[in-house]
Nanobody, 118 residues
């Protein structure tokens, strides 16, 4: 069982930055991919970014490319999402997820709210 706890959300003005963190409980954190998703009010949860276990090539949703950066520190069992040039449409609850079984996102955090004011 992997427990994930997000932090770092808040209220920011458009054009500002936030860094989200997600701490994992498992010692085997370094062996699985991690991702970030978001869910805006009235919308389905959507993929934001993901990073493989070895911090290789990350991939991003088109809507955040060039503005968001995902990274991980395996020594701290933590994955980050640096969000720059934030827009009001980035407002959502952000969730981190762990892909332990490779075929699907197995574990999810409870989310952290990000609100971008115009």
């Amino acid at each position: 069982q992997v427990q994930l706890v997000e932090s770092g959300g808040g209220l920011v003005q458009a054009g500002g930055s936030l860094r989200l963190s997600c701490a994992a409980s498992e010692r085997t954190f370094s062996t699985y991919a991690m991702g970030w998703f978001r869910q805006a009010p009235g919308k389905e949860r959507a993929f934001v970014a993901a990073i493989p276990s070895n911090s290789g090539s990350a991939y991003y949703a088109d809507s955040v490319k060039g503005r968001f950066t995902i990274s991980r520190d395996n020594a701290k069992n933590t994955v980050y999402l640096q969000m720059n040039s934030l827009k009001p449409e980035d407002t959502a609850v952000y969730y981190c997820a762990a892909k332990v079984t490779v075929i699907k996102w197995d574990y999810w955090g409870r989310g952290t709210q990000v609100t971008v004011s115009s």
